[in-house]
């Protein structure tokens, strides 16, 4: 009697394999596996979203067959939400999307301006889409970005590694969709984002981070070049490796490498007003040193360069926090945090009106650069 | 409770595995009277109230070292032994069917959301009750081989993610108050079935029992208050936004090229559902038994598969039916009846004989 | 469900063998009585012998089967001597006595009134002598047939270690042991099993560590085991095996002395059975089908990676197949960037879902497998051919199947062979873990983990946990688990399995 069980629960197996079934509809040949989404809000309400997606049609080198060379399909659709517009693709693809491959969301200058509450929770809550995809503001539209082409083929399916980049370059804010919704639920909701854009040079189009926006309750509210960017990125403690340069009085311009990075951040209330201490401790290579060939690196000239490293730190970051806080732009590196964490009665004072109390806090930035290594001494001779 | 032994090594290593499923599966709802700092002092809050919950047990089963619950209430009252005993039964099976529809909402919510595997809860169930029938040997020989990649999966999440703690992400402790978190912490230890699973089997267990059970303790904290840390400084508010949390965790835990291993990491969270029904069953099966001679094992674990089944096929397809069954204060009553107050009513009864 | 309806199908087919309850005959005085019984048992057989002769007025006859007696022996050291030998003064049994001790004593003699017994041992080789007036029939061992030489055994390669292996025949693989243990408390047992075979069963112990529990509970399983014909040592396995059911043998095999002996040493029962050169050793514990005995004759650092190598092949061999199809159908998004797209195209343009192509692909392997496992050597190598060439790259060109299966089907192939004894759970549970891959992702998959798991827990062949050292935990044989201590220090105390339970 066993037996029979056992062997007709493995024939309804073996049949249910090889027969059809709809679980066959979750096979990874019928997904249309989508690589980027950009969003772009209309006019009329509803939004256009642009798909990547792999294109299957493109066979593998052992296998003959003429198709397209492209590795990826745009797919451009509308509907009054995200969620109703990405689906819409089914109806003349056949294939349901896959997100969990998604790797990039990109929003668009509209959307950004009017809110991304309504654009974000589709993502947020989907289990399939990760929590670390990155979310990236285009420069005007979003399927500008998704669908340039060069000499035919689509530029943008490796968009992530560009924002990938950030671990390498101080002038890149990165930002996953999980520490969106951790910013976005603050009560201010303020956040960074980078800004996409396309440069032409030379008949060749290139995907570019050259800004960060800044967004405040969840809107776009202003943008940072790559210089304050860089500043953002110590502010907020997120800088692993990287570069920046300054001007010496000599006219020297210098350029240090990143080796590491440690920031402490503290608050203190002081005659009822919050006063904060950003610590900076960098330990840098020197990299490059334009037009100060002539003189040696001697303990003295290493006390200066570090002098100078610290001095234009402390001036940017301070000049961007004030920036942030007295222009009641953004609360980008989260400092009202801080008073939450070691104030909290006071946040529950100030809670309904927080930019407020940022803008009369005072902000001090104190840096300490140790340059570990020179490199090789380039002297000239006489 | 039958004649076999195992060791407490064993028997708290299943204990750790069951209770690591409610950690894994554990559902901000549960928490939304405290902030997120509060988790972590809430994880360790709780275990002190399961210490204070098993006082009543410690006491009974110092005298009465071989004998369980059931069999020290069977002493004094044959009836009563009977009654406890589906009682008992009741409350277990009601912790099975709440921990198979939350796997079941697990699942759907984060395997199959596109198709409907309603199935796999039957799977889950028909390989629960062949654990059941193999006996509490095998349980406890499989959980102590299950710690291994379960703590490793563990380990994995906490050092990938260490590196990536913002500390502004943390609020405040006590910023509620301290009764809210006092109340989470209740109902966290409400949902600890194993209280019960200790009150039932803890004769089974040969060895040093108290040392084991402070162990079991320790760890339990230890790991979640760990797994919190880490899920608070990560994720931040991010987490009260997530049905289960602890998964999008895994999802953030990336190891070279494999940014995704979330469904690797989870899937090993299923040896812990595995022994949670199966020990939850065999309980059940034991004690039905133990009263009702006549009736087999094999078919009382069969008809408890199969009403198991329906009941939880039942749920499956509703949201709104699980948050009804899934009710921290049913919980709270039963665990703490089962676990607490008839234990200590058994304990003043057996000192009043005594002195008399 | 005694009288269920299969089992009244199974005996209208089948007869039950039942022990013979025949009454001892004993022989007779008569000598043409006895040769008429031996005639009559034995049939016209042509290779049963009779050699009639009289000598000093008394009926002698030598009966002996044709191929399995030493003709030279017989002659020579037998006959001669009883021929030469005079009976003039003997009468009744007192003749086969005599006839007995002018046979040189280095000939193995034996005695016995039971004339079945006599037939019995004929058919052993034994060459049976009567005589006229006598009672007793008397035996000597003369047996001389063809067998193998012992030659490496082709199911246990190794680097290192002896090229011997067990052959057919019980004498010289029980010779074998002995050479490796010049101790008396090497013991053997002699069983016979088999109504019709009698085969003959040598049950091997030390003396001085094996648990009198686990020996006669050994014995006992297999004097009660119920078979007619014992083919091959495979037909004792299963009664001497755990009762519940599971994919694993709690009954280790091999066809090395060397290694048979290292088990007995460690308290454990052989059992060797005559006509098979595979040993059975009881009880077998899960990872001991992860070690080998190169662990022990090389470096302990290398026995370590080894035996690490062998887990993670058994492991990929296992699980490997089941997680590629769950992966693709439920957990897309722990494929690596740099691989979905190839993964993508190629799976896109096979015409099965990918559960059924994997079915496919493992089942055309294991008949490709089993066709170079019965396939005359002499055509060996197109089977090798036809697999590589049509079946791998015929198919992935064809689009049948794509190119990440086959890589799948490959490793998984090349990896069950590192572990060969564990081969037959690790095909079937492929299988399982393929279809279930398929229907529940890598849920499933674990759900399904947790049933073998649970189910190789619950084995305690003879009081002995199948998955010790592990669980329970006994740290102390953990000095032989993965890592292996040097023989400096494992030498100074031996392992007895009697201490695992």
């Known amino acids: 009697m066993n037996k029979i069980i056992v062997a007709v629960v493995v024939i309804f197996a073996i049949l249910f394999s090889f027969g059809g079934s709809e679980i066959y509809k979750n096979d990874i040949s019928n997904r249309l596996i989508i690589q980027g989404i950009g969003i772009d809000k209309e006019d009329d309400g509803g939004y256009t979203v642009t798909l990547q997606a792999i294109n299957t049609s493109t066979y593998s080198a052992s296998v003959q067959e003429s198709g397209s060379e492209e590795t990826v399909k745009i797919y451009k659709v509308h509907g009054d939400t995200v969620y109703t517009a990405i689906k819409s693709v089914v109806s003349f693809e056949g294939k349901i999307p896959l997100y969990s491959q998604n790797r990039v969301i990109v929003i668009g200058k509209a959307t950004a301006l009017g809110g991304i509450e309504g654009v974000i929770d589709f993502f947020a809550r989907d289990a399939h889409n990760g929590p670390s995809v990155y979310v990236a503001l285009a420069e005007n539209r979003a399927d500008e970005i998704l669908e340039a082409k060069n000499s035919g083929e689509v530029i943008a399916d490796s968009i992530d590694d560009t924002i990938e980049a950030a671990q390498y370059n101080t002038g890149i804010f990165k930002l996953e969709l999980y520490e969106l919704v951790n910013r976005y639920r603050d009560s201010e909701a303020c956040f960074a984002m980078p800004v996409l854009s396309l440069e032409e040079a030379e008949g ?85 040193i334009y037009n100060g060939i002539e003189k040696s690196l001697d303990r003295q000239r290493l006390e200066e360069l570090s002098q100078y490293a610290e001095n234009y730190l402390k001036t940017e970051s301070e000049k961007l926090l004030s920036k942030l806080y007295e222009g009641e732009v953004c609360d980008a590196p989260g400092y009202s945090r801080l008073i939450f964490q070691k104030y909290p009665s006071v946040y529950r004072d100030n809670e309904e009106n927080l930019n407020a109390l940022m803008a009369k806090s005072r902000y001090s930035v104190e840096v300490e650069v140790k340059i570990r290594r020179v490199g090789h001494e380039f002297v000239k001779t006489l | 409770m039958s004649k076999s032994k195992i060791s407490t090594f064993q028997f708290f290593s299943m204990l750790f595995l069951t209770r690591l499923l409610t950690t894994f599966t554990y559902i901000p709802s549960y928490t939304k009277d405290i902030e997120l700092s509060d988790l972590v002092v809430q994880a360790v809050l709780r275990y002190l109230i399961c210490v204070v919950m098993m006082i009543p047990v410690y006491f009974l089963f110092k005298r009465n070292p071989d004998m369980n619950i059931l069999d020290i209430v069977r002493n004094k009252w044959a009836k009563g032994g009977k009654i406890l005993a589906v009682f008992y039964s009741a409350v277990l099976f009601y912790f099975t069917v709440t921990t198979v529809s939350r796997l079941d909402l697990f699942t759907g919510t984060i395997v199959f959301p596109e198709t409907n595997v309603n199935y796999f809860l039957v799977f889950v169930i028909l390989i629960g009750c062949y654990g059941a029938y193999l006996g509490i040997e ?142 939850l069953l065999y309980l059940q099966g034991d004690i039905l038994h133990k009263e009702f001679e006549n009736l087999s094992k094999k078919t009382i674990l069969a008809g408890l598969g199969a009403l198991s089944s329906v009941i939880c096929l039942y749920i499956a397809g509703s949201v709104q039916r699980f948050t009804v069954v899934d009710n921290s204060l049913a919980k709270l009553i039963a665990t703490a009846l089962t676990a607490t107050v008839i234990p200590a009513v058994m304990l003043v009864l057996n000192r009043r004989k005594k002195y008399e | ?53 009289t000598v000093s007025g008394h009926d002698f006859v030598f009966v002996m089967l044709d191929g399995m007696c030493d003709h030279l022996l017989i002659t020579e050291q037998i006959m001669f001597p009883v021929i030469n030998t005079d009976f003039s003064d003997t009468n009744g049994d007192s003749i086969v006595y005599k006839a007995a001790d002018g046979v040189s004593a280095s000939i193995d003699k034996s005695i016995t009134s039971d004339i079945d017994k006599a037939i019995s041992e004929m058919l052993s080789g034994n060459l049976v002598l009567m005589a006229q007036g006598a009672q007793f029939a008397v035996l000597f061992g003369v047996q001389s047939f063809a067998k193998r030489s012992p030659d490496e055994p082709g199911t246990e390669n190794q680097e290192r270690g002896s090229r011997e292996g067990f052959v057919e025949n019980f004498k010289d693989n029980i010779a074998m042991v002995r050479r490796r243990v010049r101790s008396p408390v090497f013991k053997i047992k002699t069983l016979e099993v088999g109504t019709t075979s009698k085969t003959r069963v ?160 493992h089942l055309v392997y294991e008949i490709v497998r089993e066709a170079g496992l019965r396939m005359p050597k002499a055509v060996g190598h197109a089977v090798s051919i036809v697999g590589a060439l049509v079946i791998g790259e015929s198919a992935v060109t064809a689009g049948i199947i794509a190119a990440p299966m086959l890589i799948v089907v490959g490793l998984t192939a090349v990896s069950s062979f590192v572990v060969s004894s564990l081969y037959e759970p690790v095909a079937v549970m492929r299988f399982t873990f393929i279809i279930i891959g398929g229907m529940v ?56 399995i009697s201490k695992m339970k």
């Open chain 3, 202 to 361: 040598c049950v091997c112990y030390m003396s001085d560590r094996t648990d009198g529990k686990l020996l006669d509970d050994v014995v006992e399983r297999i004097k009660n085991a119920q078979l007619d014909i014992v083919a091959g040592s495979g037909f004792i396995q299963p009664f001497l095996d755990d009762k519940k059911a599971s994919v694993f043998t709690c009954v280790g095999t091999t066809e090395r002395p060397d290694v048979f002996t290292a088990k007995l040493s460690e308290g454990k029962v052989g059992i060797i059975v005559d006509g098979t050169p595979d040993a059975l050793i009881v009880p077998h514990l899960f990872i001991e089908n992860f070690h080998s005995l190169d662990d022990y004759l090389k470096r302990p650092y290398y026995a370590a990676f080894v035996r690490t190598l062998k887990i993670i092949s058994f492991m990929f061999s296992v699980f490997l197949p089941g997680l590629y199809v769950a992966i693709c159908t439920f957990h897309q998004e722990m494929i690596p960037e740099t691989m979905v797209f190839g993964i993508t195209s190629q799976e896109s343009k096979t015409p099965l879902p990918i559960v059924a192509e994997a079915l496919l692909i």
């Open chain 1, 204 to 288: 060749q189009k290139i995907v570019q981070i050259k800004e960060t926006a800044l967004f405040c309750n969840a809107k776009l509210k202003s943008t940072l070049n790559g210089d304050e960017t860089s500043m953002l990125n110590f502010l907020c403690g997120r800088v692993y490796n990287g570069e920046f340069s300054y001007k010496t009085d000599e006219n020297e311009k210098v350029a240090m490498s990143i080796v590491n990075c440690n920031v402490y951040r503290t608050v203190k209330i002081l005659d009822g007003t919050p006063h904060y201490t950003v610590k900076i401790k960098l330990s840098t290579d020197v990299a490059e």
């Open chain 2, 138 to 279: 095998a349980l406890g020989r499989s959980a102590v081989l299950s710690v291994i990649p379960v703590t490793a999966a563990l380990v994995f999440i906490i050092a990938t993610l260490i590196g990536k703690i913002d500390f502004l992400n943390y609020t405040p402790v006590f910023y509620k108050g301290v009764l809210p978190v006092f109340k989470t912490a209740l109902n966290a230890a409400g949902r600890t079935v194993e209280l019960v699973m200790i009150t039932l089997a803890i004769p089974v267990a040969s060895g040093k029992k108290t040392k084991s059970f402070f162990i079991w303790i320790f760890l339990q904290a230890l790991v979640t208050a760990s797994l919190f840390f880490v899920e608070v400084g990560v994720m931040g508010n991010f987490t009260n936004t997530q049905l289960f949390p602890v998964h999008s965790l895994a999802a953030l835990a990336k190891f070279s090229m494999f940014g995704r291993l979330d469904p690797i990491i989870t899937g090993i969270w299923i040896l812990c559902a595995f022994l949670k029904v199966s020990f």
């Open chain 3, 441 to 496: 992702g890598i849920y499933g998959i674990m759900m399904g983990f947790a049933a073998v798991l649970v189910n190789m827990a619950s084995l305690s062949p003879y009081n002995t946990p199948f998955m010790s050292p592990l669980s329970p935990t006994k740290i102390g044989a953990w000095r032989d688990l993965v890592m292996r201590e040097s023989w400096v220090n494992m030498g100074k105390r031996r392992m007895e």
């Open chain 3, 1 to 53: 469900m005694k009288n269920s309806w299969f089992k009244k199908r199974i005996e209208e087919i089948t007869v039950q063998d039942e022990k013979s309850n025949k009454e001892k005959v004993r022989v007779s005085a008569d000598l043409q009585k006895n040769k008429a019984y031996f005639k009559q048992q034995l049939g016209e057989s042509f290779d049963v012998k009779y050699r009639d002769c």
